[in-house]
């Protein structure tokens, strides 16, 4: 059955072949990954998550969601796919094993990491539990069996919200500094990025010494890198730190992407103070930024934009409209910093080694090309550095910056960001 879209047109809209709005999420295992295991868990999965088993098809001059009866694909490897294709019987989400890695592929438009993360639960509650003949708890799992709730169909974000709420505190929207034109990093198409681990209980202590959270701490390390790089900039390294939208919308339960962003800039003001004070001034940006009616007012401002959207008649025009605003919101951020939060993988996290989230993020002209995408499981923070260029300065720059606050940290290997690509009927 077709289903009309709502929160997934914008993303939609402003896919590009350098930016394909697409996301890895690789799960390092303890053993090799058995695909027979594995298929027929993705199988049980699948059946628990139907809006999830879908293609992108064209009903008139719009996109829409519609039902997928071919089985979702478990692929033997690790190389790039290609979502929306033949590789994938048309699927916006296919499963991939190498060695001892699981990689989940998806569309952003169709879903982000609050999203999916039940659905890695209930992966790895399957797989697990045949692979090691173990019984594990079903508590917090989503099973094959079970209903699924309204609640999870619905897309909040296109409820009437009622009357806009005046006098918010705004967004940081002035121009800030771009690494593109630094003159350190040259661009390049393809991402490289640096896998770290660093101590769950430990860096814990540090954010809460220091007025943090992890993801604020992780954000004024980055600024500061950047900051130390480029002392003498005229505009200030601006950090988009993502914010989910559920809580907001009081909708924990929906699959959609709601994604929403902080910005945190690092100005002059603030970053000559001792690190705890700037720790304190991101803190409190991201509790008045991410204050309800100022995410219910973002929400707003999207559905403006989808009703223009849709008094337009050609897809085409849409996509200009959409990658245009995307490259002029790009204009007034650095580098992005996302972080879900803890994993909860339930009694199949003992046997996890690692758990990396890999999103595409272009090139300047459409979105920035610095990310840090952070994750938690099983007693580690690991950190996802993400970079268009193959300059090291701004790694090393940041694990200098981890070594003068003492913070332990690994750096597990270096690679490229395989992120798929898409195919859209556009």
């Known amino acids: 059955m077709k289903r009309r879209l709502f929160s997934e047109l914008r993303t939609i809209y402003e896919t590009t072949d350098a930016d394909p709005h697409t996301f890895r999420i690789t799960i390092k295992l303890k053993d090799l990954v058995d695909g027979e295991l594995l298929r027929k868990a993705v199988e049980k999965t699948m059946q628990r998550y139907p809006y999830f088993r879908v293609r992108i098809v064209m009903d008139a001059d719009k996109p829409c969601f519609d039902d997928n009866s071919a089985p ?18 048309g699927h916006m989400l296919c499963f991939c094993y190498w060695n001892n890695r699981i990689h989940i592929d998806a569309y952003h438009a169709m879903t982000d990491g609050g999203g999916i993360a039940p659905l890695l639960k209930t992966l790895m509650h399957y797989y697990c539990s045949a692979f090691y003949e173990a019984d594990l708890s079903e508590d917090g799992v989503r099973l094959c069996d079970d209903p699924v709730p309204q609640e999870e169909w619905d897309d909040p974000a296109e409820k009437p919200l009622g009357t806009e709420r005046q006098g918010l505190t705004l967004k940081w929207n002035k121009p800030a500094f771009q690494v593109a034109k630094a003159g350190i990093a040259r661009m390049t198409p393809d991402s490289i990025t640096f896998n770290m681990r660093i101590p769950e209980k430990a860096f814990m202590r540090f954010n809460l010494s220091n007025d943090g959270s992890p993801a604020t701490i992780v954000s004024l390390l980055l600024a500061r890198t950047i900051d130390a790089l480029h002392p003498n900039a005229a505009l200030p390294p601006v950090i988009a730190m993502c914010v989910n939208q559920r809580k907001a919308l009081r909708a924990p339960l929906a699959h959609q992407s709601l994604v929403g962003d902080v910005r ?117 923070f690991f950190l996802n550095f993400m970079q268009f260029f193959h300059e090291e300065d701004y790694f090393r720059m940041f694990t200098r910056q981890l070594r003068q606050n003492n913070i332990d940290y690994d750096v597990l290997d270096v690679t490229e960001a395989r992120y798929p690509r898409v195919v859209l009927p556009l």
């Open 264 to 380: 945190l800039p690092f100005t002059d003001r603030i970053k000559t103070l001792p690190f705890s004070t700037p720790a304190t001034c991101f803190r409190g940006m991201v509790t008045l930024q991410s204050d309800t009616d100022m995410v219910l007012d973002e929400i707003r401002e999207y559905q403006a934009l989808v009703a223009n959207l849709d008094a337009m008649r050609d897809p085409q025009e849409r996509k200009a409209c959409c990658v245009r605003r995307m490259e002029e919101l790009s204009k007034c951020v650095t580098a992005t910093v996302s972080y879900v939060g803890k994993a909860d993988f339930g009694d199949a996290e003992w046997c996890i080694l690692e758990n990396d989230a890999l999103p595409s993020t272009a090139l300047p002209s459409t979105h920035v090309p610095l990310t840090i995408e952070l994750s938690a499981v099983n007693g580690y």
């Open 72 to 89: 979702v694909p478990v692929l033997h490897t690790d190389q790039r796919t290609v979502l929306g294709s033949d590789q994938t019987s």
